[in-house]
């Protein structure tokens, strides 16, 4: 091992490029316990995503344990497991195999040829029944001598390992100490290619993978830990000493962004449709950015050459797909450019605009796919980009769900800092078509999408539920984040709104929801609300208009302001609302659902109801007139007709309950009671048992059903339809 792992810098303030979190009195905690040790130093390199990116990379440490088919001590690897992120990895995410049995199978080897039978025998090496599935990067740990070793994929290293020089920059950067192996597939091979490597060089410190990472490696983890560190703040200082000395950034700025409101008002126009573009085969979910480094990367002279590129990394690559779309749209009409803000607005003028590129992108994949594959190859996947960058204001990226196409940007972003950092040194190159293919239809990973759960219902749908800080709301929002849909919270009680946040962020995680202060009565905040939801997800597909109140009284206590404040709320909000989310469903051209939680008030009359009860039959006959309407767009307008429903909900809060229980000549504790028993099926009706007819609506079951009503009221005859 080079000499200098012993005078390593040990001081988070002296690494300007990398993140140094190593903390002592935490290691001294595990001290003993290397799995633990592993597991701690993987989350601190995971968390750098200047080290490594979500999911990408592996660690390994190698343990003398007992052996419970000998009872003598015997050699076993922890590595990171199949499919794992080491940034959030558990000591369960972690696979436990017999070394000596890794590398025995050197004996039944049969060649690079047959590489991918290979993959079954790690099944007989494993030590720990209960750990991981052992991923394809295991033998590349195996072979290598030394306890503890990082597998990292770290812009800086590979935008040298992606240099057309990278070999002769990477031996007289490190004078010697790091070792170079060529592109190659991960995979047994590349493992014996390693010891191979580290066998002509036994003094090196580590090895660089040719367009594809770094492996370095230490006694213990925290020499590991540190000397991954100092590689890759080499790298970086490297890159940053070069970076626009002898030529611009990307060849220079070719236009300038737009400012970021503007940014943010064009995605949001243009989200929707690309979102109906990506979505012809499944539909997708998206995620906007205008990172300062996509913008100085989408702007630049160099964009349509380096573009159509693509990637080297393998983790990039699988992630980003073949390339990106890079649209032919203006981002500024003041630049002269054929597209302006008025084209945005029209759809179809947009539409047609934009159809033809996807069109070519498309042809371009199928012909990559035709050209490359083999006679085994899966079949062609999806054909429609996953990255599309706009030139002047940022990158989209779509997946099937929001944590993925979040990934991909930030893969995207990882390309962008290799594509930075190898032109700054030398020449780009990225993965060849062929090499690219053999990756992305690799048999093993079509093994790996097979073997994913099955797609909730919901998945791909984006829903925003009005009033859903609470009660009926919130059930609803629940039950379809459950079922695998996106939601946008929106409620106008901001205290509620932001417990509701918390309680989503706890239980479902950030990438799940968007939550926004929204009062129906304000256009604005409307719009607003619509607005962070294109942003964040790409576009809606599902409206659930929840958001009421209550007044009960007699006709002669009503005053004009409480007549106008229910039309307002529940028949002018529900109508603007839904004018918003038919804008956003029409521009993505997929259909969609409007919902709309009504009462069983209206159809049943009731003493002290005047107000509330035509406001809710308003709603009601509103909703059979856009289902009309909207039929044509495939748009179903449906309506869950509760009753009773007291639990969570902010409407009894406000003196509805007092009115009703004066209307009924009872009090207020006696209400749950009064109304469970005039229901045919004696039940109280709870927040959940809404959620669950909305669910039906939009499972997928009723596909060919709008204008209908549902009542979900224990069963009041007078509130029958029919």
């Known amino acids: 091992m080079d000499t200098n792992l012993k005078t390593h810098r040990k001081k988070a303030n002296e690494y300007k490029h990398v993140s140094y979190l190593w903390d002592p009195a935490k290691a001294a905690e595990l001290e003993g316990d290397e799995v633990a040790l592993l597991v701690y130093r993987s989350n601190l390199l995971g968390a750098d995503l200047r080290l490594t990116n979500y999911g990408g990379g592996n660690t390994s440490c190698k343990v003398m344990a007992l052996d419970p088919t000998t009872g003598k001590e015997t050699e076993v690897m922890w590595v990171k497991g199949s499919g794992g992120d080491i940034g959030t990895m558990k000591r369960s995410g972690l696979a436990a195999l017999y070394v000596d049995c890794l590398r025995g199978l050197k004996n039944v080897y049969r060649g690079i040829e047959h590489e991918d039978e290979m993959v079954e025998l790690f099944n007989h090496c494993i ?89 370095t490696w230490g006694d213990t983890s925290y020499e590991c830990y540190v000397n991954t560190l100092e590689v890759v703040e080499r790298c970086a200082d490297y890159l940053e000493e070069n970076t626009g000395k002898t030529k611009p950034i990307f060849g220079g700025e070719k236009r300038e962004s737009l400012p970021k409101e503007e940014r943010l008002r064009k995605a949001a126009a243009l989200a929707p449709v690309l979102r109906g573009f990506c979505s012809s085969q499944t539909k997708m979910i998206g995620h906007f950015t205008d990172d300062e480094r996509v913008l100085e990367f989408i702007n630049s002279n160099d964009l349509d050459r380096l573009a159509p590129m693509g990637t080297s990394c393998p983790d990039h690559f699988l992630r980003t797909k073949i390339s990106p779309l890079v649209l032919n749209l203006s981002a500024n009409a003041r630049l ?75 893969f995207y972003i990882n390309a962008i800092n290799v594509m930075r950092g190898a032109e700054a040194i030398s020449e780009y190159t990225s993965l060849p078509r062929q090499e690219a293919f053999d990756i992305e239809y690799w048999l093993l990973e079509e093994a790996k999408l097979q073997r994913m759960p099955k797609a909730k219902s919901l998945s791909g749908r984006i829903a925003l539920i009005t009033g859903s800080a609470g009660g009926i709301g919130k059930a609803i929002a629940k039950k379809f984040a459950d079922e695998g849909a996106c939601i946008v919270l929106s409620d106008n009680n901001k205290e509620r709104l932001n417990q509701t946040k918390e309680e989503f962020k706890n239980q479902y995680g950030s990438d799940v929801f968007v939550a926004d202060l929204l009062d129906v009565t304000a256009v604005n905040t409307i719009e607003k609300t619509f607005h962070s939801a294109v942003l964040a997800f790409g576009g809606v597909d599902i409206i659930v208009n929840n958001a009421g109140l209550s007044i009960s009284k007699s006709i002669e206590e009503h005053t004009e302001n409480d007549w106008d404040l229910l039309y307002d709320v529940l028949v002018k909000g529900q109508f603007f609302v839904t004018q918003k989310g038919v804008e956003i469903m029409r521009k993505q051209g997929l259909g969609g659902d409007v919902l709309n939680i009504v009462s069983k008030n209206a159809l049943v009359s009731g003493p002290n109801n005047a107000a509330y009860g035509a406001a809710k039959a308003a709603q009601l006959h509103m909703s059979r007139l856009n289902a009309a309407e909207l039929g044509k767009d495939e748009i179903r307008v449906n309506v869950v007709n509760p009753d009773a429903v007291i639990s969570g909900s902010n409407i009894w809060s406000n003196g509805w309950a007092e009115g009703r229980a004066k209307a009924y000549g009872i009090s207020v504790e006696e209400l749950p009671s009064y109304y469970a028993k005039r229901t045919l099926l004696n039940q109280t009706i709870l927040p959940e048992d809404i959620a669950n007819a909305c669910f039906v609506f939009v499972s997928g079951l009723l596909n060919k059903s709008t204008g209908n009503v549902l009542n979900v009221d224990g069963g009041v005859a007078a509130a029958f339809v029919r």
Not at 156 to 172: F, L, P, Q, S
Not at 195 to 215: T, W
Not at 348 to 369: G, H, T
């Open 336 to 410: 002269n450019e054929p597209f302006g803000q008025e084209e945005i607005n029209d759809i179809s003028v947009l539409k047609k605009k934009i159809e033809p590129q996807f069109q070519e992108y498309r042809k371009m994949y199928a012909d990559y796919y035709n050209t490359c594959k083999h006679e085994n190859s899966p079949g062609m996947r999806d054909a429609n980009p996953v990255v599309i960058l706009y030139p002047g204001v940022g990158m989209f990226t779509f997946a099937k769900n929001k944590q993925t196409a979040r990934v991909a940007a930030e």
């Open 127 to 215: 030590y720990d029944l209960n750990s991981k599935a052992p991923s394809i990067d295991t033998p590349l740990h195996a072979f290598l001598p030394f306890k503890h070793i990082d597998h990292l994929h770290p812009d800086a290293a590979i935008a040298i390992a992606a240099a057309k020089d990278g070999k002769k920059i990477t031996e007289e950067l490190f004078n010697g100490s790091i070792g170079w192996v060529e592109w190659q597939r991960p995979g047994f091979d590349l493992g014996l290619k390693l010891k191979e490597c580290l066998d002509e060089n036994p003094a090196i410190r580590g090895i660089m993978l040719g367009s594809h990472g770094l492996f």
